[in-house]
């Protein structure tokens, strides 16, 4: 199961970027081209947060059994950068930007048919994709 978990981790992580990156520079468009926030930009949002999701669930259940997630938490692993990162900062990081992404969501939701939607989504998918892309383990993926 562990593998299998950590493959699927690995690839969503492209859909991740692919997803939160089109959400992002569609509502830039938007923002910065003026017009109403439709029901079809609030889908364009979607396709950030599904993968997220995802991703978050799997990451959830690879923390548990992974020799790197909690079971490799200590003292001694505090003081070690690559340890620490999938201990602790990657998960932190990663759970902060789920929640940045999903209140952004859900805030954008509620602003179908004004011009606030492109705002919210360019602010809240902004800051989630700079979380993300900060604590990615960037030595091990994508691989080689
Ligand atoms: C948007 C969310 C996330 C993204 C984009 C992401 C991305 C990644 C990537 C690219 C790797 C390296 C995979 C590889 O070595 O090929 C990784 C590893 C890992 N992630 Fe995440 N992650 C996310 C969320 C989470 C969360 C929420 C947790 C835990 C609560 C988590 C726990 C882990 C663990 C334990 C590993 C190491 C797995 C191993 O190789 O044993 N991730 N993540």
Do not use: C
Not at 77 to 87: E, H, N, V
Not at 117 to 133: D, M, P, S, V
């Amino acid at each position: 199961m562990y593998t299998g978990l950590q493959h699927a981790h690995s690839y969503l992580a492209y859909l991740v970027l692919l997803g939160v990156a089109i959400s992002l520079i569609t509502a830039l468009a938007g923002l910065f081209g003026g017009g109403t926030f439709t029901d079809k930009n609030r889908k364009l949002g979607l396709l950030g947060l599904i993968p997220t999701h995802l991703q978050w669930v799997i990451g959830l259940i690879l923390y548990f059994v992974s020799p790197l997630g909690l079971s490799n938490a200590s003292g001694a692993a505090m003081k070690d950068a690559t340890s620490r990162l999938y201990f602790l900062e990657h998960p932190l990081m990663m759970v902060l930007a789920v929640i940045l992404i999903t209140i952004g969501y859900s805030k954008a939701k509620r602003q179908v048919g004004t011009n606030r939607g492109f705002k919210t989504i360019a602010i809240f998918y902004g800051l989630g994709l700079i979380l993300i892309l900060s604590r990615i383990p960037w030595n091990a993926w994508p691989g080689n």
